[in-house]
């Protein structure tokens, strides 16, 4: 195995900051003569530990994988290496992963309790005759774009801030599943989708865009407990695509959002309901005009 030029990271959201490194981790890799490779935690370390795993990413296996395919990656399970001190871990990237070089951000630490901060691994490197690269964080609106900015973001439903910190919008992804068909009664058949139980989820109704078998079609998405109709306690994401009637159960559903409409909301009745969506779509269909 060649030696590698090494970034780490959980990289949750795939945001404008990775971005910025793994194109410096490809341009400098090159100039090295290092493979780039990067080490990606499946899941967020900090999550696990707390044991917090539940609405804890912004981004499912499967949506990660797909942005990172022009980069090679091995997908690390925490769980198996959480206990390596940071010397340890230091050397398991020599031995296993044959690490030349590594990028990281200034922030960034490892090791079991995070004993590895970023003077620890300039003292390994320089003992072990590596090169380390430390790249400077990337801003929007004079603040750090990360992981945990987004999340909180995300919650808010602060939907076109999130999408400039991504550098594109961001979306759900899931298999389109049977719901309690109220929708359809009322003239709004949607798309229920099958989202992890590891997923943040915005609430409230947004305007999205749709893809299906590589279709782009527009509509509405609505995130929450549903008040008016409640069955279970439990989120669920429904989407009702405009000018759409075709049955597409289990097939696989992309929403990318593009700004929030409302909060959800209980309302009094069916009609009272009915006559909230008509208003919502309406808005929706102007917001999505140059889409």
């Known amino acids: 195995m060649p030696k ?7 990289f949750d959201g795939v945001h404008r900051g ?30 696990i530990l707390n044991n917090k795993l539940e609405q804890s990413i912004l981004l499912d296996l499967k949506q990660k994988k797909e942005l990172l395919k022009d980069i090679k990656t091995v ?8 206990n390596l001190s940071a010397d340890e871990f230091f050397n398991l990237l020599i031995l296993k992963y044959k ?37 400077d964080f990337e801003e929007e609106d004079n603040s750090k774009i990360s992981s ?5 973001a995300l919650k808010a439903g602060e ?13 759900l992804e899931g298999k389109v599943i049977y719901g309690n068909q109220l929708g359809r009664k009322i003239g709004f058949p949607t798309a229920n989708l099958d989202i992890k139980k590891e997923q ?14 590589g279709k782009k079609y527009k509509g509405i998405c609505n995130i929450g407990l549903k008040p008016t109709v409640a069955v279970n306690g439990l989120p669920t994401v429904e989407i009702f695509i405009f000018d759409f009637n075709k049955n597409i159960y289990g097939q696989i559903l992309r929403a990318e959002f593009i700004q929030k409409i409302r909060e959800e909301k209980k309302f009094t009745g069916l009609g009272e309901l009915t006559e909230q969506i008509n208003a919502d779509c309406a808005l929706a269909k102007k917001i999505l005009l140059k889409f």
């Open 99 to 135: 690490m030349g070089a590594i990028i990281v951000g200034k922030d960034f630490a490892f090791g079991k309790n995070r004993q590895g901060n970023i003077s620890f691994l300039r003292e390994k490197c320089k003992q072990k005759n590596i090169e380390l690269f430390e790249i």
């Open 200 to 213: 943040i989820l915005p609430r409230g109704v947004f305007a999205v865009l749709v893809y299906i078998d």
């Open 159 to 171: 939907i076109p801030a999130i999408n400039k910190m991504l550098g594109r919008p961001f979306a």
């Open 75 to 82: 997908y690390l399970d925490f769980n198996k290496i959480k």
């Open 18 to 47: 990775h971005k910025k490194l793994f194109t410096l981790l490809k341009y400098e890799a090159e100039n090295l003569g290092l493979s780039p490779l990067a080490l990606v935690f499946k899941m967020p370390p900090k999550n």
């Open 4 to 10: 590698t030029f090494i970034t780490i990271g959980t």
């Open 148 to 152: 945990s900015r987004l999340r909180t």
